[in-house]
């Protein structure tokens, strides 16, 4: 039986180190040069450029395990969009979340016409069922796309205020992107902060529990089984240091 090449096939530095780097950096509000340093901290001497390298390679293949390892999403969309700035540049961030918050797909792009939310439309529906309830603001490109794609011409579409800032799901949303893009000092290449914000979204969200609902014993017992699940994911057989 031929023996499936490990995930970290050819990298010098070990699991450990490697899922702890791209962890911190989807999970926390850090640069790269901070990871640097606390990895210097910990005996480990490796360059921000690695960590970046690192990040590119295993952050998207992490994200779709976060995805598909997580409980079914809800059967209601709540869609909404926020603008960025790319070097001078307005875009559009689509973001789809269910009724627990849980976000389902984002989309970085140019327009906000009915092209842009039947293209969003699509992606969503690629990796998740169809659901029963779909909440958008009163963006008049959302019906009109919906009604274009068969799957959607029979689900429920609820309208909000935009102004009201009623849809508070994807309203939520926004915070972490807009918080991570502060620390960044903002997005600067579309195709990279596709990358990134596709990454950041699941795999901030497997770690980031709703702590103010749960007791504190709860909450340590929930986020041990998430650090479990994610040494399941990153391929590491027993529990790693506790340097890491």
Known sequence: MKKTKSLYHGH????????????????????????????????????????????????????????????????????????????????????AVDEHGTELDIL??????????????????????????????????YPAAKADIPELVSVKHVFVKAAARLNNRAENSHQPTRERERRMRGFRDPKRTQQFLSCFGPIRQ???????????????KQLAARFVAWREFTEQAQNPSTGF
């Open 12 to 95: 010098r530095f070990p699991a450990s180190v490697i899922s702890c780097a791209v962890r911190w950096y989807f999970r926390f509000q850090l640069s790269l040069r901070d990871i640097e340093e606390l990895l210097v901290e910990r005996g480990v001497i490796v360059t921000y450029e690695t960590i970046r390298c690192w990040c590119d390679k295993f952050g998207a293949g992490l994200a779709r395990r976060v995805k598909a390892a997580r409980r079914k999403p809800g059967s209601t969309w709540h869609l909404d969009e926020m603008f960025v700035t790319l070097r001078g540049e307005p875009y559009l961030l689509w973001r």
């Open 206 to 220: 497997h770690f980031a529990l709703k702590r103010h609902l749960l007791r504190a014993s709860l909450y340590r």
């Open 108 to 141: 970085l792009q140019k327009r906000r016409d009915e092209a842009a939310a039947k293209r969003f439309f699509k992606r969503v529906l690629r990796s998740n069922l169809v659901p029963r309830k779909i909440v958008t603001d009163q963006l008049r490109s």
